[in-house]
């Protein structure tokens, strides 16, 4: 069975745009990437990255440059749990008549709008097209979605870096702020599509099981065929007995009429009688946890390094989520915010990002500190080494110098308790 996937623009849509990037530096995961990347892949997508990249064929980049730019790329994206399933990259472009790579400058297939990229990413992958997307800042992504066949979602441009919608170019299947809000519309669609095809089986049921219903109230009109067949044969025979048969039916049909009367008064009663012991047993045990239980809910195992988060971390604020992933406190101080340009959401995760950005200032400011009084302090251990051990053997004076040793290692200690203050 085919796959789906969400093909992804590299530049503008997963990390900011800063014109040909070739370097691990320059890259700055755009906000809400993190969490929309693993929302898309728990849906069942594939995630493939399409890029034209013709700063290879302008020069200002190589092969080998692209694969550490990519391989930087995966490991920020690990660090906030997502994993991008492969790089459909397009080196070429068919105007640069000085370019240091004439064998890239070429017209080729595959460089967007050309649906190339995405063609052989769906051969590779057995990918359903139909069932596909494409995501992307600028009307070359969307012109190269439509042309495979895939729906494609179109996000805001620089007007540097986009152009204006070329006329044979349909407008997209819809249009969003950002990759986060692109993730819900696609999730949201694929839902609406489920419910859709698993309701449709059961209206086919219901409207099955409708006329058994009414041919349970229909014994009375089947008797009253069969009456009236006496009946005709009676009025050969004898006049009367068709009258008595007449009053028979009506008093059946009467009976009849009351137990499916008393019936359908049943089924009413019995069914809310049913209907709130599955809320009542399903609300019972849902709680809200706070205090001391909501951190033990939340203490597990670090996303990014696999240790153990405790409790006792998570209520000093050194192990957090970021993005919807647990970390512990090492991999939360290397990473207070989820990316470049992200805020965080909420009151609480909003003053556990400032209370880090603190402590690393604080760290900073200590380290700066602390490097000053170490060097210091090795300065006049050494003084009181040579004036203690060299001057107090050799010299007259070993009083004098004996004591002076003395003093310079108080002051040491004095160093060293100042440098370890909180």
């Not at 996937?5 to 040909?20: C, K, N, Q």
């Not at 013709?54 to 692209?66: C, V």
């Not at 070429?92 to 004439?102: C, E, I, T, V």
């Not at 495979?148 to 007007?159: E, N, R, V």
Request: glycine share 6%; aromatic share 4%; proline share 6%.
């Amino acid at each position: 069975m085919a796959d789906a996937a969400v093909f992804l623009d590299r530049d503008g849509t997963l990390i900011e745009e800063v014109g040909y990037a070739s370097r691990p530096e320059q890259i700055r995961i755009l906000g809400g990437v993190g969490r929309a990347l693993a929302d898309l892949a728990e849906g069942g997508y594939k995630l493939i990255v399409v890029t034209n990249q013709s700063g290879m064929a302008r020069g200002l980049s190589t092969e080998e440059d692209l694969e550490r730019f990519h391989q930087a790329l995966d490991e920020q994206l690990d660090m906030l749990g997502v994993r991008l399933d492969a790089y459909y990259v397009c080196p070429h472009h068919p105007d640069l008549p000085n370019s240091p790579r004439p064998d890239l400058v070429v017209e080729c297939d595959c460089r967007k709008p050309k649906p190339g990229l995405i063609l052989q990413a769906a051969e590779d992958f057995r990918i359903d097209l139909s069932a596909s997307w494409t995501v992307g800042d600028t009307w070359r992504d969307i012109a190269a979605g439509q042309a495979a066949g895939a729906k494609t979602i179109k996000l805001p441009a620089d007007a540097d870096h986009d152009f204006a919608r070329p006329p044979d170019v349909g407008l997209p299947t819809a249009e969003a702020d950002s990759l986060a809000e692109a993730a819900r519309i696609i999730l949201g669609i694929a839902d609406a599509e489920a419910d859709l095809a698993s309701e449709t089986p059961e209206t086919v049921d219901e409207q099955a099981e409708e006329p058994p219903d009414e041919t349970m109230e229909e014994p009375s009109s089947e008797e009253v065929s069969e009456s009236t067949e006496t009946d005709e044969s009676a009025q050969v025979e004898d006049a009367a007995p068709p009258e008595e048969n007449i009053e028979d039916t009506e008093e059946a049909q009467a009976s009849e009429d009351v137990e499916a009367v008393g019936v359908l008064e049943q089924v009413p009663d019995e069914q809310p009688s049913d209907e709130p012991e599955p809320e009542t047993s399903e609300e019972e045990p849902v709680m809200a946890p706070e205090g001391a239980s909501r951190l033990a809910a939340m203490a597990g195992q670090c996303a990014r390094c696999g240790q153990d988060v405790s409790e006792s971390d998570l209520a000093d604020g050194k192990a957090g989520e970021r993005d919807g992933f647990l970390l512990c406190s090492e991999c939360l101080a290397r990473h207070p915010r989820e990316s470049a340009g992200a805020f965080p959401s909420g009151e609480k995760d909003l003053l556990r990002s400032m209370l880090v950005e603190l402590r690393r200032m604080n760290r900073a400011r200590q380290i700066s500190g602390l490097t000053w009084l170490r060097m210091l302090a090795y300065i006049i251990q050494a003084g009181a080494l040579f004036c203690g051990l060299v001057l107090g053997l050799v010299s007259e004076e070993k009083a004098l110098y004996i004591q002076l040793a003395v003093f310079l290692q108080l002051v040491v200690v004095a160093l060293v308790l100042f440098e370890r203050r909180p």
